[in-house]
C-alpha cells in the first residue's frame, strides 16, 4: 500500500515505515503530524484518485529529526567581462516517518 501525498509544493510517494525529508512542517521533533492533502492510494482494492485530492483520505506521520540539506553552489560567469558571483544555499528540512494510511 502507498500513497501520493502533496506537501511543501512537492508530491512525495510514501508507504509505511519509509522515511522522507520534506519542507519544514511546524511542530516539535517525537510528535505527530496529520498529511490530509492525498492525492491517490494504491491499495489491495486497486487505485484511488482524487479530484485533486481524496475526502477523508490521510497519512500519519511522525517527525524524526529537523535539519538541512548539502550545500548546492551556485556559479554565475559572464564571458569576457570577467564578472563572477559565486554563492551557496542550504534547503531546510523536516524528516519524517510514515506510520499509517487511511483511505
Known amino acids: 500500500m502507498y500513497a501520493i501525498i502533496k506537501t511543501g509544493g512537492k508530491q512525495y510517494t510514501v508507504a509505511v515505515g519509509?522515511?522522507?525529508?520534506?519542507?519544514?512542517?511546524?511542530g516539535e521533533v517525537g510528535s505527530q503530524i496529520k498529511l490530509d492533502q492525498v492525492l491517490a492510494v494504491k491499495d489491495d482494492s486497486g487505485l484511488k484518485v482524487g479530484n485533486p485530492t481524496?475526502?477523508?483520505?490521510?497519512v500519519t506521520a511522525t517527525i524524526v529529526?529537523?535539519?538541512?540539506?548539502?550545500?548546492?553552489?551556485?556559479?554565475?560567469?559572464?564571458?569576457?567581462?570577467?564578472?563572477?558571483?559565486?554563492?551557496?544555499?542550504?534547503?531546510?528540512y523536516t524528516e519524517l516517518k510514515i506510520d499509517a494510511i487511511s483511505a
Do not use: C, W, Y
Open 54 to 58: 481524496i475526502a477523508g483520505a490521510s
Open 65 to 92: 529529526s529537523e535539519g538541512r540539506h548539502d550545500k548546492v553552489r551556485i556559479f554565475k560567469f559572464r564571458r569576457r567581462k570577467h564578472s563572477m558571483k559565486s554563492a551557496g544555499h542550504r534547503q531546510n
Open 18 to 26: 519509509d522515511k522522507v525529508k520534506v519542507e519544514t512542517l511546524p
